[in-house]
T-cell receptor, first 114, second 119 residues
Framework: DAGVIQSPRHEVTEMGQEVTLRCKPI?????LFWYRQTMMRGLELLIY????????DSGMPEDRFSAKMPNASFSTLKIQPSEPRDSAVYFC????????????FGPGTRLTVT | AQKVTQAQTEISVVEKEDVTLDCVYE???????LFWYKQPPSGELVFLIR??????QNEISGRYSWNFQKSTSSFNFTITASQVVDSAVYFC????????????????FGKGTLLTVNP
C-alpha cells in the first residue's frame, strides 16, 4: 500500500515567492493534517481536515498560509508570500477519523526560503 | 489543555545497553490515546504504538516495551539491548477528543528525545 505522498521533497525559493506544497493521503483515510517542524518549536499542527472540511486552523501562523482539500485524495498548503522564517520541514499526515486512530506521516517537504 | 512532557532532551548509550525514554502527559479527559513515534535521521515519522486510556496492560514488541501507568500519568518506552539503528528522535504524543463523538481531536506531541546509540 502506498503511504502518504508529499511533493516536492525539497523546495528552495526566494523571499516573496509563492510556495505550494502537495499531499496525497492514504486511500480510505478521511482525516488529513498539516504539521511544521523546526528545531525551535518542534512539531506544530497547522491545520486539519475531516472529510475534506477544515476543522481547526488555529495553528496556521498567519494569513500568508492557506490550505485546501478539494477532494479526498489531495490537499495543498500554500504560503504567499514566503519569508525566511517559514523555512522548516512540512509534514502531511492522514488517519481515519477519531482520536483513537494513529496518524501516518508523509516523508515531509524541506522548505528553504532565502 | 493537554500536554506531553519528555524531560530527556538527549540520551546517549552504548550498544546493547537498555534505555528508557520517559513520557509524562496531562489531560482532563478520561478517554484519551497515547502514541510513540520514531524519527530516524532520514527524517520520516514512523508510528510505533498506540495505547488507549482504558488499557494499562504493558506491551512488548521484540526489543521494545511500553509501560503505561495512569497513576503517574506516564507512558514510558524501553529499548532492550539497544542497537545503532535505534538512533533516532522519539516522540510521545497524546490525543483526546474535543467533541463527544470523538471526530474532532488534536494530537499533541512532546518535544522529543534524541537517542544516540554508539557502537
Amino acid at each position: 500500500d502506498a503511504g502518504v505522498i508529499q511533493s516536492p521533497r525539497h523546495e528552495v525559493t526566494e523571499m516573496g515567492q509563492e510556495v505550494t506544497l502537495r499531499c496525497k493521503p492514504i486511500s480510505g483515510h478521511n482525516s488529513l493534517f498539516w504539521y511544521r517542524q523546526t528545531m525551535m518549536r518542534g512539531l506544530e499542527l497547522l491545520i486539519y481536515f475531516n472529510n475534506n472540511v477544515p476543522i481547526d486552523d488555529s495553528g496556521m501562523p498567519e494569513d500568508r498560509f492557506s490550505a485546501k482539500m478539494p477532494n479526498a485524495s489531495f490537499s495543498t498548503l500554500k504560503i504567499q508570500p514566503s519569508e525566511p522564517r517559514d523555512s522548516a520541514v512540512y509534514f502531511c499526515a492522514s488517519s481515519l477519523i477519531e482520536a483513537r486512530y494513529e496518524q501516518y506521516f508523509g516523508p515531509g517537504t524541506r522548505l528553504t526560503v532565502t | 489543555a493537554q500536554k506531553v512532557t519528555q524531560a530527556q532532551t538527549e540520551i546517549s548509550v552504548v550498544e546493547k545497553e537498555d534505555v528508557t525514554l520517559d513520557c509524562v502527559y496531562e489531560t482532563r479527559d478520561t478517554t484519551y490515546y497515547l502514541f510513540w513515534y520514531k524519527q530516524p535521521p532520514s527524517g520520516e515519522l514512523v508510528f510505533l504504538i498506540r495505547r488507549n486510556s482504558f488499557d494499562e496492560q504493558n506491551e512488548i514488541s521484540g526489543r521494545y516495551s511500553w509501560n503505561f501507568q495512569k497513576s503517574t500519568s506516564s507512558f514510558n518506552f524501553t529499548i532492550t539491548a539497544s542497537q545503532v539503528v535505534d538512533s533516532a528522535v522519539y516522540f510521545c504524543a497524546l490525543s483526546e477528543a474535543s467533541n463527544s463523538g470523538g471526530s474532532n481531536y488534536k494530537l499533541t506531541f512532546g518535544k522529543g528525545t534524541l537517542l544516540t546509540v554508539n557502537p
